[in-house]
């Protein structure tokens, strides 16, 4: 990336509330202190190696190569299976004699929420796990960092170079209080629709990128009985995910920014507009909406039961898992210059049981290894600005990345990104119930009395 990308990158993650940093791996060096320290332990047999343990100099280090190290995480749907583990793999490599625990579960309310309900109540306990799946954010402050149960990692930032190695953007979002709390292991976008290219090209039109397209596509669709788009709202969290993306292209940048932080009105005769839009969306979408998951929801576009989805881009991570090549991407309706976004990181809890396979953990979710091997497989783009060059990224990725240099960015609200997590939770109940009943008026209601109960209308 040239320096004036760079710059430009970081100003527009600076305007969307949001900041970025960097690193360099210094694993061959572990590897080579644990190498020294086997050759000592055959050396000197069972005392040589309790002295060599006892040893001041490297005995942090070198207690970090054996033991466990307990992972929280949502990640449990095709795509993000295998990255976590092509994650874990570097991992291993580094750390062979350390016991990964894969704490991940699936499903609740919104992103991840009964893995958040029981890593809330390890947390309020004093027993955390070894790091957590966590956004930049809102997420990250407002639930970890400001309740006391997170240790800064400043000293990771200095040790492994990664104030240079991210967006400056996301570096703001990670610090709080002058001090750097997670590291991010990637950039999702959020606003993409993503759709069977052969079911569009049977409709006989081409790619929509306006609100009046994906209707005119819809219609051509629906006289072959084919729904426009997919969705999964058996638990809380699609519907939400998609309202977002029609905020923002019913109200613009600046404005759908302005309503996570005041500067917009929940009253703003728009907010009607876009649920008025998003209920007209509902009449193109399939009927077991209420009954189906996202995944489920991306199935019927492998299928060729529905035209598109709309979805982050672990979307890709799992088209990809299921070997379903034939499609195509759009940014969603009149979204085409924004870059919805959110990053997933990891931290260190206060009181961790294997703080220093942690540390080690977290040095690896912040390396140039660790992102290359994961984010192909996640859909993503990496947070580190030096990765993303391996062949082992898609024409997605690619021009992913390119764009989020370019587009205007903005905070996604569903992942932690734009709003505190009680906010988010409102957020995502209200539009459950409004995909339930489609009551326009009384959903307007609720959100602007989500906005009130935040403190911010
Ligand atoms: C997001 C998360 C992504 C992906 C997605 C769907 O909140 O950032 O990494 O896991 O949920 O599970």
Same mark, same amino acid.
């Given at each position: 990336?040239?320096?004036?990308?760079?710059?430009?990158?970081?100003?527009?993650?600076?305007?969307?509330?949001?900041?970025?940093?960097?690193?360099?791996?210094?694993?061959?060096?572990?590897?080579?202190?644990?190498?020294?320290?086997?050759?000592?332990?055959?050396?000197?047999?069972?005392?040589?190696?309790?002295?060599?343990?006892?040893?001041?100099?490297?005995?942090?280090?070198?207690?970090?190569?054996?033991? /466990?190290?307990?992972?929280?995480?949502?990640?449990?749907?095709?795509?993000?299976?295998?990255? !976590?583990?092509?994650?874990?793999?570097?991992?291993?490599?580094?750390?062979?004699?350390?016991?990964? *625990?894969?704490?991940?579960? @699936?499903?609740?309310?919104?992103?991840?929420?009964?893995? /958040?309900?029981? !890593?809330?109540?390890?947390? =309020?306990?004093?027993?955390?796990?070894?790091?957590?799946?966590?956004? !930049?954010?809102?997420?990250?402050? #407002?639930?970890?960092? /400001?309740?006391?149960?997170?240790?800064?990692?400043?000293? =990771?930032?200095?040790?492994?170079?990664?104030?240079?190695?991210?967006?400056?953007?996301?570096?703001?979002?990670?610090? #709080?209080?002058?001090?750097?709390?997670?590291?991010?292991?990637? +950039?999702?976008?959020?606003?993409?629709?993503?759709?069977?290219?052969?079911?569009?090209?049977?409709?006989?039109?081409?790619?929509?990128?306006?609100?009046?397209?994906?209707?005119?596509?819809?219609?051509?669709?629906?006289?072959?009985?084919?729904?426009?788009?997919?969705?999964?709202?058996?638990?809380?969290?699609?519907?939400?995910?998609?309202?977002?993306?029609?905020?923002?292209?019913?109200?613009?940048?600046?404005?759908?920014?302005?309503?996570?932080?005041?500067?917009?009105?929940?009253?703003?005769?728009?907010?009607?507009?876009?649920?008025?839009?998003?209920?007209?969306?509902? %009449?193109?979408?399939?009927?077991?909406? =209420?009954?189906?998951?996202?995944?489920?929801?991306?199935?019927?576009? *492998?299928?060729?039961?529905?035209?598109?989805?709309?979805?982050? %881009?672990?979307?890709?991570?799992?088209?990809?898992?299921?070997?379903?090549?034939?499609?195509?991407?759009?940014?969603?309706?009149?979204?085409?210059?924004?870059?919805?976004?959110?990053?997933?990181?990891?931290? =260190?809890?206060?009181?961790?049981?294997?703080?220093?396979?942690? *540390?080690?953990?977290?040095?690896?979710?912040?390396?140039?290894?660790?992102? %290359?091997?994961?984010?192909?497989?996640?859909?993503? +783009?990496?947070?580190?600005?030096?990765?993303?060059?391996?062949?082992?990224?898609?024409?997605?990725?690619?021009?992913?990345?390119?764009?989020?240099?370019?587009?205007?960015?903005?905070?996604?609200?569903?992942?932690?990104?734009?709003?505190?997590?009680?906010?988010?939770?409102?957020?995502?109940?209200?539009?459950?119930?409004?995909?339930?009943?489609?009551?326009?008026?009384?959903? @307007?209601?609720?959100?602007?009395?989500?906005?009130?109960?935040?403190?911010?209308?």
């Amino acid at each position: 990336m040239s320096t004036a990308m760079v710059a430009r990158n970081q100003a527009s993650l600076a305007d969307a509330g949001v900041a970025l940093m960097a690193n360099r791996d210094t694993s061959p060096l572990l590897a080579a202190r644990l190498h020294r320290r086997r050759f000592m332990q055959a050396s000197l047999g069972a005392a040589g190696a309790l002295a060599v343990g006892a040893n001041l100099t490297l005995p942090a280090l070198l207690a970090a190569a054996a033991g /466990k190290l307990e992972i929280y995480s949502w990640w449990t749907a095709p795509g993000e299976v295998e990255a !976590l583990d092509a994650l874990y793999a570097v991992f291993k490599k580094q750390y062979p004699d350390v016991d990964v *625990i894969n704490a991940a579960l @699936a499903g609740g309310t919104g992103a991840g929420g009964n893995m /958040k309900t029981v !890593l809330q109540t390890r947390m =309020l306990a004093g027993q955390p796990p070894d790091s957590f799946q966590v956004h !930049l954010g809102h997420e990250l402050i #407002d639930s970890h960092v /400001k309740a006391g149960r997170m240790e800064p990692i400043d000293f =990771l930032y200095a040790s492994e170079g990664w104030n240079n190695s991210f967006p400056s953007g996301l570096l703001q979002l990670s610090s #709080d209080g002058g001090h750097q709390w997670s590291v991010p292991v990637n +950039i999702h976008r959020s606003n993409v629709l993503w759709f069977n290219q052969a079911v569009i090209n049977n409709s006989g039109m081409s790619a929509p990128t306006t609100f009046d397209d994906v209707f005119a596509v819809g219609d051509a669709l629906k006289a072959q009985g084919i729904p426009m788009f997919a969705l999964g709202e058996q638990a809380p969290g699609h519907a939400a995910h998609v309202f977002e993306t029609v905020l923002q292209g019913v109200f613009g940048p600046d404005d759908y920014r302005g309503l996570w932080t005041g500067a917009t009105s929940w009253s703003d005769p728009r907010v009607s507009g876009a649920l008025t839009t998003f209920n007209h969306m509902l %009449d193109y979408t399939n009927p077991d909406y =209420l009954s189906i998951q996202w995944g489920d929801a991306t199935d019927l576009v *492998i299928a060729g039961k529905a035209a598109s989805v709309i979805n982050g %881009d672990w979307n890709n991570g799992y088209l990809k898992s299921k070997k379903f090549a034939d499609y195509g991407w759009s940014a969603t309706p009149n979204g085409a210059g924004m870059y919805s976004s959110l990053a997933d990181s990891f931290g =260190l809890p206060n009181n961790t049981a294997d703080r220093d396979n942690a *540390i080690s953990w977290l040095k690896v979710s912040g390396s140039l290894a660790g992102q %290359d091997a994961f984010n192909p497989l996640k859909g993503s +783009i990496p947070a580190r600005t030096d990765a993303g060059k391996s062949a082992d990224y898609d024409n997605y990725q690619r021009a992913a990345m390119q764009e989020f240099k370019t587009l205007t960015i903005v905070p996604s609200v569903v992942h932690g990104f734009a709003a505190r997590e009680s906010w988010v939770t409102d957020y995502v109940n209200a539009m459950n119930v409004f995909a339930a009943n489609r009551d326009v008026s009384a959903t @307007a209601g609720t959100l602007l009395q989500a906005a009130q109960d935040a403190g911010v209308a």
